[in-house]
C-alpha cells in the first residue's frame, strides 16, 4: 500500500509545473557551476604547483644546517581541494600559506645573534585590485542550503492542507490506510521527487566537470560525493517533514505557504547571516594588533634582558674593566686614535665566542622561538574559539549546519583551515626534530642550536631534509563532518516526528 | 601611422622639402604640448618645438631605425626642454611672482588633464598594437578590420570572403587571446617603469656631468660639520643628519646644488606622473574592464540592478571611490604646486637647515568632501530607469495576459 502512495504521489509531482522548473533551474545552476569551476580550478592548481615547487627548490638549496633553522622550513603552502566547487567556504579569506616571518638581529656584547625561524600565521587581504562587483558564489552549498529547502517547501505547503481543502483526504483515509502509511507514503514520494532533479543535475554537474583534465577525483573523493549526497538528502527531508508538518496543521494552502515561507526566511536566510554576528556581541574580545604586540614586546624584553645582563656578567669575567660606548665617544673627541684602539679591543672581546656566550644565543633564540610561537598561538587560539563559538550559534539553522558539514566533507573553509595547520604544526615539529638529530649525529657539534658556531658544519643532504605535504584525508573530512551529519538526522526525525504527531492529532 | 612617419622620413632624406613641412605638420602641436608641460611657458614652449625639428631635421641622417622616429622625436624634445630650463636665468622666477589669472589656471589645468588622455590613448594604443601581433594573422585581420577600421561584422566578412559567423568566433577567440595577455600588459608596465625610472637616472647623470658638485647626492661635496658616534657593533659612523648645517666653504656649491634640487625635484615629480599613469593604464585595461564587464553583465538581473543603485544612492559604488581617488589626485597636484610656487626644490632649506627651519604654515590640507545627494541621484539614474522599465514590462505584459483571458 505504502509503495502505492509514493507512486500516486511521484506520478502527481513529475506532471506538476514546479518539477519542470525544478529540473531547469537546479540542471542550470550546476552548469553554471561547473562552468566557473573549470575555468578557476586550473588556475588555483597550476598556482599551487609552481608555488610549492619553488619552495622546494628553496628549502633544497639549503645545504647547512643553521641555514636550516635559521630560515625554517620554508613556505608551507595549502592544497587546494579538487572538490572546490562544492563549496568555497570563503577561502578567499583564509590564508593560502604559512611564510617565513619578520627577522631580528641583536649585536652589541656577545657579538651579533640573528633570530632562527619561528611559525607566524599570516593573514589575508582578498586581492585589493580586484574591482569586480560582489556576486554571489553558485557552489553546491548555495544550491543546496536555498534550492534544496525551498522545493521541498513547494511540493509540500498542499500535501495535507490542499486534500484536505478538496476532501480527497477523507476519502483517502475512509479506505484501510493508516495515517502513518500514508504520512510516510507522502514523505518518501515528495522526498524522491525532490531528488530526482537535484540527481540530475549533480549528474549533469559532474560530467562537464569531468571533461577537465585538471579536476581528476580519486576513489577517497567519489566517497566524499556519495556523503555529500547523503547530507543533501537528509536536509531536503528535513524540510519535506517541515512542510507536512505545516501543512497537516494548517486547513487551507494558501496559509501553510505563508507560514512556510516565513519559517524559510528566517530559517535559511536570516538566522544564518545575522546569528553569528550578534553571537560575537556576547563574547570576550580577541586580543587587537597593538595589545598583541604589546604584550610580545614586554615578554621579550624580558629575555632580551636577561641575556644583557648574563653575557656582560661572562664577558666581565673575562675581560674585567670593558669601556662602555658612551666612555668611548667622551674618549673620541679628546683622543680619537686611542679612541679607535679601544673599540677595536672591545669589538675583539664582544665576538669572541666561547661555550657559555653560545650557550647563552642559543637559549636567547629557543626563548625568542618559544614566547613568539606560544603568544601567535594563544591569539590564534581565542581567534578559532571566536568562530567556533559564533558556528556553534549558527547552528540553530539548519541551513548553516549543512554549510558546515558540504564544506568539512568537500574539504574547504574553517574546518579544512585547522587541519592544514594541525598538518603545518605535526611538520615543524618533525622539521625541528630533524635539525636537533642531524645535529646529534655530528659529535664535533658543540650541540647549541640556533648559532651559527654552535652547530653542526656538515652539509645537510636536501634529500633528507622533511618534506611539508598538505593532504586532504577521507577521514579528516568525516570527522569534523560528524557533528553537522549527527546534527542533520536529528532533525530529520524531529521534523518527520514533528509532521507525523501533527497529522495525528488533525482532523481531516 | 608609423608607416607615413617612414615614408616622410625618406622623402626627406632624399631632399623633398614638402616631406619636412608635413612632417613638422603631424607632429607640431603634440612636441609643443610635450614643452609645454615641461616648463610652463607657452611661448618658450613654441620656440622649443621650433629648436625640436631642426635638430631633428639635422640628426635625421643619424636616425638607424626610421620607424622608432616618434621616440627618437620625443628625447630631442625633451632634451631641449631641459636644456631651456638649465639656460633659464634666475630672474625668469618673476614669472612665478606673477599673479595668475583663473582662467589661465583653468586652461591650463584643462590642456593638462586632455594631454593626459592623449597619451595615454596613445600608450594604449601602442600596447594593444604589440598584443595584437601575438594572435593569429585570420583573428588579427578581423581584428585590425573590426576595431581599427570601424568595419561592422559583416563588413569584415565581405571583405575577407568569409561568414558572418566566422567573423563573430574569431572575434571571440582574439578577445579570449587578448584577455590572456592581460598578464603580458602588467610586465610591460613594469617594463616601462623601469624605463622611466633608467631615463631619471640617465638625465641626472647627464646634469652633474656638467656640473662642479662630486659624490653623493645626500651631501655632494659641500662641507658639512660630521657627527660621529659608536654603533652597537662598536664600529665608529659618521652621519649627516636632515639637520644638514653647511659651513662656509660651500657657498660657491650651494647653488649648483639648489639647481640641482630644482631639475631634479622637477623630474622626479614628472617622472611620478608618468608611472602614474602608466598603472592606471595597466588598472583600467584590466581590472577595471573586466570589472565593467562584470557590471554590465549583472544588470541582466534586476536584484542586481537594485543593488546598484542603492549602492549609487549610498555613494558606496565604484564611481564614489573614484572621486575619492581624484581627490588625493588633486591634492597631489596642489601639493606640488605649492613647492612650485615657495620654489621649494632649488630653496637652500630644501636641503640645508642652517637657515632656519621651513615654515609649513600654510600647506594645503586634504580635505574630501562626499558628493552631495544630486549628483548620486543622477549616478543612480540609469538603474533606476532600467527598474522602472522592468516595471512597466512586466506590468504591460501581465495587462496584456490579463485583457486577453477568458474569465
Known sequence: MIWHIIKRELFDHINSLRFILTVVILSALMVTNAVVHLRAHPKRVRNYSEKITKSANELKSRSELYALARKGPGDLYKRPSSLAFIADGGDAYLPKNISNGESWSISGQGGEVKSNWWLNYGTVNPDATDLRPYATKIDWVFIITYLLSFIPLLFTFDALSGEREQGTLRLCLANPISRPVLLIGKFLGTLITVLIPFVFAVLLNLTVISVDSWTQLSAADWGRLALILLIASCYAGIFVGLGLMVSAGTREPRVSLVVLLLIWVAGVIFMPSTLGTLSTKWMPPVQTMDQFRDARKAALKQINDDYGARMRAVKEKKSPNLPSLSELQKLYETSPEAAMAAAEKLRGTWEAEGDEELELKAELIKGDVEIRERLNRERLDAQIAQVQRARAVTRLSPAAIVQYALESMAGTGFNRHLQYLEHVHQHTKQFRQFIVETDRADIQSPHFIGVPKGMSQKPVASEAIPKFEDKIAFSDTFNTATLDLLLLVLLLGVFVSGAFLVFIRSEV | ?407
Request: charged share 25%; net charge negative.
Open chain 2, 1 to 407: 601611422m608609423k608607416n607615413e612617419d617612414v615614408n616622410l622620413i625618406q622623402r626627406i632624406l632624399s631632399g623633398d622639402e614638402d616631406a619636412c613641412a608635413a612632417l613638422v605638420e603631424r607632429h607640431r602641436e603634440w612636441v609643443h604640448s610635450l614643452a609645454w608641460r615641461e616648463i610652463g611657458d607657452f611661448h618658450a614652449a613654441q620656440e622649443i618645438t621650433q629648436d625640436t625639428f631642426i635638430q631633428a631635421f639635422k640628426s635625421l641622417p643619424t636616425l638607424r631605425d626610421s620607424s622608432r622616429f616618434l621616440g627618437w622625436l620625443y628625447m630631442i624634445a625633451k632634451r631641449q626642454g631641459i636644456e631651456w630650463l638649465r639656460r633659464k636665468p634666475m630672474t625668469m622666477q618673476s614669472l612665478d611672482a606673477m599673479p595668475k589669472s583663473e582662467l589661465e589656471q583653468l586652461y591650463y589645468t584643462q590642456y593638462l588633464e586632455e594631454e593626459q588622455a592623449q597619451a595615454s590613448t596613445d600608450t594604449l594604443r601602442e600596447v594593444v598594437e604589440r598584443l595584437l601581433q601575438k594572435l593569429p594573422e585570420t583573428e588579427r585581420s578581423v581584428m585590425v578590420l573590426h576595431y581599427f577600421n570601424g568595419l561592422t561584422c559583416e563588413e569584415v566578412g565581405e571583405r575577407l570572403d568569409v561568414s558572418l559567423n566566422t567573423v563573430k568566433s574569431r572575434l571571440y577567440r582574439a578577445r579570449k587571446r587578448l584577455e590572456q595577455e592581460a598578464r603580458a600588459i602588467h610586465s610591460s608596465a613594469d617594463q616601462q617603469i623601469e624605463q622611466i625610472w633608467e631615463e631619471v637616472d640617465r638625465e641626472e647623470r647627464q646634469f652633474l656631468a656638467n656640473s662642479p658638485l662630486e659624490g653623493e647626492p645626500r651631501k655632494f661635496n659641500l662641507d658639512v660639520p660630521q657627527s660621529n658616534s659608536f654603533s652597537s657593533k662598536g664600529h665608529l659612523s659618521r652621519r649627516y643628519g636632515m639637520d644638514m648645517k653647511l659651513g662656509t666653504q660651500s657657498d660657491p656649491l650651494v647653488p649648483h646644488v639648489q639647481k640641482y634640487h630644482a631639475t631634479m625635484g622637477a623630474l622626479y615629480i614628472r617622472s611620478a606622473e608618468q608611472i602614474a599613469l602608466v598603472r592606471k593604464q595597466t588598472l583600467d585595461s584590466t581590472s577595471l574592464r573586466q570589472s565593467i564587464r562584470h557590471e554590465r553583465l549583472m544588470k541582466l538581473s534586476p536584484a542586481s540592478l537594485y543593488t546598484f543603485t542603492a549602492a549609487a544612492w549610498a555613494g558606496t559604488d565604484l564611481e564614489c571611490m573614484f572621486d575619492f581617488v581624484q581627490a588625493v589626485q588633486g591634492y597631489q597636484r596642489t601639493i606640488v604646486d605649492y613647492f612650485h610656487d615657495k620654489d621649494a626644490f632649488g630653496s637652500r632649506k630644501w636641503f640645508a637647515s642652517d637657515r632656519g627651519a621651513v615654515d609649513w604654515w600654510d600647506l594645503p590640507q586634504f580635505h574630501f568632501d562626499r558628493t552631495d545627494v544630486s549628483e548620486n541621484a543622477t549616478r543612480a539614474l540609469p538603474e533606476l530607469f532600467l527598474l522602472l522599465l522592468i516595471n512597466l514590462v512586466l506590468f504591460t505584459g501581465t495587462f496584456l495576459i490579463f485583457t486577453k483571458i477568458e474569465v
